[in-house]
């Protein structure tokens, strides 16, 4: 059984004595930064020059720096700038200007785990890493509530790794709703498995075969969206409640045997072998290689993927569809339709 953390395992003071520095103000940067705040904790943002985050962070009251400055003023350094960018900035702006014995948090074993950051001896490595996007992260804290987070220590120089990283979950919020003990090893791993096979990868492969399949067949793109995206929600949210049995439980008995007799011919066994040979280039670093080798040449693959991606048909039947939905609100984010292509 995997080890719990709650608030009373925590104490906030610890966080509340250091001054942090959060590298990076998106999606979790400015999560963390906001609930650090918020929990009486003393923050600074480190941004790049002409960072088009400085204005989000000081229209929230945040002081920002330049990295390297909030980096000097820091005893913890927070890093929550994208992945495939991490090392560059520790390289060269956090690095040649860290404080002796400052600790330095990920919310993202990657780097680490890959070897594409090596602290020095002297600094606590820890991850704090929300199970949730950072937007949820803020709206949960604000609420009075938190999103689970997963936490690890990977070098522990102080002798009081731990009770820092504990300290900080508090002060996001995280333990209000429970922290569990892992590695960066099993966090990176398991991210981008999860990430890769089902979440992201799966889910969306899925429901462009199932478009696919409907549309050629001549049914109509509207109906096929309805019935193999848009109702994707309602079945999630029944399995995030109560797991898969309460899913089968609220639909009908029609769709439950379907279910169990046409499941497994979609999903067969050697869609499990393909999952593992998956998780293996995860494991051997070939996925970590070719993601980081594709952005240092200027993101080619990820551009053209993503290109090809956002002009599937299913996209633009979405689009038009979607105007008929007045209760969906678009979350309260930067994205924009079709803005990635
Ligand atoms: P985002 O892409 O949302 O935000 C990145 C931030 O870093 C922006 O403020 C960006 O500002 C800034 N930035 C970009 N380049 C640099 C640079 N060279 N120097 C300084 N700042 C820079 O990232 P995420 O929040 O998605 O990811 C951050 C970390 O959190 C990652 O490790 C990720 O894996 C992890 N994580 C993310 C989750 C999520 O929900 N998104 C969930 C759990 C973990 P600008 O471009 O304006 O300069
Ligand atoms: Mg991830
Ligand atoms: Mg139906």
Redesign the pocket.
């Known amino acids: 059984m995997a080890e719990l953390f709650y608030d009373a395992d925590a104490d906030l003071s610890i966080i509340q004595q250091r001054k942090v520095a959060v ?8 999560a963390h930064a906001l609930n650090l705040r918020d929990s009486g904790v003393d923050v600074r943002v ?3 020059e ?5 204005r ?1 962070a000081e229209d929230e009251g945040l002081r920002v720096l330049s ?1 390297a400055d909030a980096v000097k003023e820091a005893d913890v350094v927070v ?5 495939q ?2 090392r ?2 520790y390289r060269d ?1 956090i690095a040649p200007n860290l404080n002796e014995g400052a600790a330095l948090v ?3 074993g ?2 680490i785990r890959f070897g594409y950051i090596k602290p020095e001896a002297g600094h606590d490595v820890l991850m704090v ?9 803020r709206r949960e804290y604000v609420d009075g509530r938190g999103v689970p987070v997963i936490v690890a220590v990977e070098q522990d120089a102080s002798g009081s790794a731990w009770d820092l990283a504990l300290s900080y979950a508090q002060g996001i919020g995280g333990l209000r709703a429970g922290g569990i003990k892992t590695t960066f090893t099993e966090e990176t791993e398991t ?1 981008l498995f999860g990430e890769q096979a089902v979440l992201c990868g799966g889910a969306s492969q899925l429901v462009q075969y199932g478009f696919e399949t409907l549309t050629e067949a001549g049914y109509q793109p509207e109906v096929a969206y309805f019935e193999v995206l848009h109702e994707l929600k309602l079945i999630v949210d029944l399995m995030v409640e109560g797991g898969i049995a309460k899913q089968r439980w609220s639909v009908s008995d029609t769709a439950e045997y379907g279910d169990y007799v046409s499941g497994p011919r979609v999903i067969d066994p050697r869609v499990k072998e393909n999952m593992k040979a998956v998780l293996a280039d995860i494991q051997n670093g070939a996925f970590a290689e070719r993601f980081i080798a594709d952005q240092d040449a200027g993101a080619p693959e990820f551009t053209a993927l993503r290109e090809k991606g956002e002009a599937h048909p299913i996209e633009t039947t979405g689009r038009e569809l979607r105007k008929m939905f007045s209760w969906i609100k678009p979350a309260d984010s930067d994205y924009t339709e079709g803005s990635a292509a």
């Open positions: 590298i990076g103000y998106g999606s979790q940067g400015h480190g941004l790049r002409g960072s088009a985050s400085v989000k990295v890093i929550l700038a994208p992945d960018v991490q560059h900035v702006e990920f919310g993202h990657f780097n890493a929300p199970k949730g996007p950072g937007h949820l992260v991210d």
